[in-house]
């Protein structure tokens, strides 16, 4: 018998699970177990995937619900892994404590470079595994070098066709083979979502405001990401909106609403505050918002593919200046968004849903930012890159790579062409070290 074992970190992951299975996705098994896994930083404080509204219309579809949390205390889910030698006892214990037995066990997590997913991979050592991508990460590169032994083992990436006909870069160094959960699939599990039995705000066809807690990534700072807020509220108001609603991440400081409050008391806007934990979808399906205003969070994607919602984004060109380091794994989202995407100061873009760039040209662009961020991983791209480069970087694509990058990488658009050999010169690189070195050293005196 073959048990099934689906690793979810957020209601979003779970929902993308459960329109795989409703469209055959996966093959029949004798069990299928939703293991959540609660990544939060404090997960003591916040409701795991399990307790969240909405939840109990997803559960139905596996037999059984259990806690990675709970099966590894006192350890946090991720910053912890088996040590090599430990793998086996682990693999005993688990098999004990789930009842899994001798059979024969099947894997479907997402983020598998990095742990929990990772830690789980590790521990079933024969077990086939397919990565579900929940959002747009999985359209670029593999975020860490996989050991071969994990990812060999990985049969296929679904994915959500949040933008259409593009290819995702995620594990295409061991040629796993996209493939798409349908979308009726997907919205028909959202639309299970809408009956949460909590109460929302009753606001018809707002402004929509999404916050992410990027401060918490370290990617802005608290004040920063207050402003960033501020910033949408005033682009909801600069297109004509008057009744706002905000729907801060569940994890972020009640600050980030009180200063939002007192700049929309200034403007003169009626603000509603989200305070319960549901999916953007849902809000999408009960308000059926005038429009989407966010910075690069998957669910502008979703309002305007799969809603037809107008969006707009604010921020993604501090982002793309402030990343680091250059292959953050935010950046191909954040590249998708921004290219993708109009900014509130245009209406007739937002009006006609139109961003900077086609989804052909996004193709192109998003292979040579990701052959930028990995060139380890993804050395086959290089030739893309290098013919991208020279042909169509210019004002507009610029933003999106950095020349210091460029010139380490020796390609189009870093140090002049006559003195392109120098990044890839040893002895100009030995050089460079020993600089470094005796600057460090002489910084410490």
Same mark, same amino acid.
């Given at each position: ?14 929902? !993308? ?24 930083? !404090? ?32 350890? #946090? ?74 990812? !060999? ?75 960033? #807020? ?7 108001? #600069? ?9 801060? #991440? ?67 060109? !501090? ?8 292959? %953050?794994? %935010? ?115």
């Amino acid at each position: 018998m073959t048990t099934q074992i689906f690793m979810a970190s957020t209601l979003y992951g779970a929902a !993308t699970l459960a329109a795989a299975l409703d469209s055959g996705c996966f093959a029949p098994a004798g069990r299928r177990i939703l293991l959540v896994s609660n990544n939060a930083t !404090t997960p003591e404080t916040t409701p795991a995937v399990d307790e969240m509204p909405g939840f109990e219309h997803l559960r139905p579809r596996f037999d059984d619900v259990l806690s990675w949390n709970e099966a590894i205390f006192p350890f #946090h889910p991720g910053g912890w892994e088996p040590r090599p030698d430990d793998v086996p006892l682990w693999e005993r214990y688990l098999r004990l404590a789930w009842e899994i037995g001798d059979d024969d066990v099947a894997l479907a997590v997402e983020s598998l470079q990095v742990n929990p997913a990772l830690g789980v991979a590790q521990i079933f050592t024969d077990a086939p595994v397919t990565v579900y991508a929940d959002g747009l990460m999985s359209y670029g590169p593999t975020r860490n070098k996989i050991d071969p032994l994990v990812g !060999t083992r990985v049969e296929r990436l679904l994915h959500l066709d949040l933008v259409p006909g593009l290819e995702p870069l995620l594990l295409t160094e061991f040629g796993v083979a996209p493939e798409v959960v349908p979308t009726p699939a997907f919205t028909k599990v959202l639309a299970e979502l809408v009956d949460t039995g909590v109460e929302l705000p009753d606001v018809t066809e707002p402004a929509l405001l999404l916050g992410q807690y990027l401060s918490a990534l370290n990617i802005l700072s608290a004040e920063e990401e207050e402003n960033l #807020h501020v910033r949408m509220l005033k682009g909801a108001v #600069h297109l004509g909106h008057r009744r706002v609603v905000f729907k801060p #991440h569940p994890t972020a400081p009640a600050r980030f609403t009180r200063t939002l409050e007192e700049e929309a008391e200034r403007l003169g806007v009626d603000l509603a505050v989200v305070d319960t934990p549901v999916l953007a979808e849902v809000l999408y399906q009960r308000m059926r918002p005038a429009l989407v205003v966010g910075c690069f969070s998957t669910a502008l994607l979703t309002a305007s593919a799969l809603y037809g919602l107008p969006v707009a984004r604010v921020g993604t060109d !501090t982002l793309l200046d402030r990343l680091t380091p250059y292959e %953050n794994s %935010n950046r191909i989202p954040v590249t998708v968004v921004d290219a993708l995407l109009p900014e509130p100061t245009d209406p007739a873009a937002v009006a006609g849903r139109r961003g900077t760039m086609t989804a052909d040209a996004l193709g192109d662009l998003v292979r040579a930012v990701g052959f930028t961020m990995q060139p380890r991983i993804l050395p086959g791209l290089r030739p893309e890159a290098e013919r991208y480069l020279s042909t169509r970087l210019d004002g507009g694509t610029r933003r999106y790579f950095k020349k210091k990058r460029l010139t380490s990488l020796g390609l189009p658009g870093g140090v002049p062409h006559r003195l392109g050999f120098l990044p890839r010169n040893a002895t100009v690189r030995k050089v460079a070290r020993r600089a470094r070195r005796l600057r460090r050293t002489m910084a410490r005196r």
